[in-house]
């Protein structure tokens, strides 16, 4: 089957190459190069250096698009195993043969459609489904076009790699075809992650720490006037047991004095310690109980002191 497949081939390339022959025959050449590259292209089909000859039949088309040299080209891409590009050729010559007025009963438009046929049974097709439904798909880097994605595209037969764009990233899939092969596959988007929710809005009421802080400086300012008034209870004992000589300064004589006074002078740094910080408390608290920044900086407490002489 092989061998006969072989010779029908090669009856198609000297059927097209008679096409070739004779439509070169019937034209004066301005380009003899066209020509050369021509004959060229047929020795290396002969030699089946296929890619030699497909190379040469392209600059010769380019040089003269005659459709015999066009119908060439295609079988000699469908010899290599690229179907797809062998089907756009034989199509335009048989287009291009159309256009001028050729009948269709006509040899030469007879021979595109037989290689066309020929082609197309061969030729692979890869029918693609994404989840969900209308994502962007590529083929070998090439994107399919938007109103082709619900028929199978046409691909050449070997591995092909199709790619789903998506947002979280691309769906890849190799796929390996035959050829008259038709393969489906579906391609399924990746699951992106939800999105994070935004954090809530400041609060406008006052800040919760703000009572418990408050509460300090409250007990701060409590000390500060039990240690005050405490203080002031020793100065009765200062002024029973010590003598004031001179203003402000107290001579003790007796130990109940010193106890006293010794007394008294702890009270009064208790005191107030106690309401410097009852100061402090009491101005963050406030802070925070307003709403305001907690970075800003604190108003500066007020100091009180327990003045007196022991």
Known sequence: MRGQGLELRRLGVVLALMLGVSTYAGRIRADEEAERLF??????????RFDAACALFE???????????????????????????????????????????????????????????????????????????????????????????????????????????????????????KEGETVRIRLTARKSAPPVPPPP???????????????????????????????????????????DPFPGQDICTRQEGVDAAARGRNYAIASTVSFAGAGVLGSISLGLLLGLNDDAPAPAASMFQLTGAF
């Open 39 to 48: 004959q060229d292209a047929r020795t290396a089909m002969n030699e089946k």
């Open 59 to 177: 600059v010769a088309l380019a040089r003269d698009p005659a459709e015999g040299t066009r119908v060439n080209l295609a079988i000699c891409e469908a010899a290599r195993g690229h179907l797809v590009r062998a089907r756009e050729l034989l199509m335009a010559a048989d287009t291009n043969l159309a256009g001028r007025d050729v009948p269709e009963d006509d040899e030469r438009r007879a021979l595109v459609r037989r290689e066309l046929a020929g082609v197309e049974r061969r030729i692979g097709k890869i029918a693609i489904e994404t989840d969900p439904a209308g994502g962007a798909v590529e083929i070998d880097g090439k994107p399919i076009a938007a109103g082709s994605r619900g028929e199978p595209a046409l691909v050449d037969p070997g591995s092909h790699q199709v790619t789903l764009e998506d947002p979280a990233g691309p769906v890849e899939q190799t796929v390996v075809v």
């Open 201 to 243: 809005p400041p609060s406008s009421g006052p800040h919760p720490s703000g009572w418990v802080v408050g509460s300090f400086a409250v007990g701060a300012l409590v000390a500060g006037i039990v240690t005050g008034a405490l203080g002031l209870a020793e100065k009765g004992d200062i002024d029973r047991y010590c003598e």
